[in-house]
């Protein structure tokens, strides 16, 4: 499986993105998929996560105002990021739930004024 993150950029406080991930290399639609997030000098730590029916979780941090999708027929999966705040500000990376594929490069995402 391959990975490939992109959408992220240098947002204010408050302001809102949208991560994109492609999915590449298995069947995107059987797969538990999930954002991850490494803030500078912290592990990477689980953010969002949506099972292959759709069904998503969120950690406490960024739940309301961070929302998860997927669009099986194009093989791509989505963060939508709104109220963003400095403590958001990390490199994102996506991946499936429980394989040991490689992550991709990840996108970064910067919240500052």
């Known amino acids: 499986a391959q990975f490939v993150e992109f959408g992220g950029g240098l947002v204010q406080p408050g302001g809102s993105l949208r991560l994109s991930c492609v999915f590449s290399g298995r069947i995107f639609s059987l797969y538990g998929m999930a954002w991850y997030r490494q803030a500078p000098e912290k592990p990477r730590e689980l953010g969002a996560t949506?099972?292959?029916?759709?069904?998503?979780d969120y950690r406490d941090a960024v739940k309301g105002r961070f929302t998860i999708y997927r669009e099986n027929a194009n093989n791509t999966m989505y963060l939508q990021m709104n109220s963003l705040k400095p403590e958001d500000t990390a490199v994102y990376y996506c991946?499936?739930?429980?394989?040991?594929?490689?992550w991709g490069q990840g996108t970064q995402v910067t919240v500052s004024s």
């Open positions: 991946h499936d739930i429980g394989s040991v594929a490689p």
């Open positions: 949506t099972t292959s029916n759709g069904r998503t």
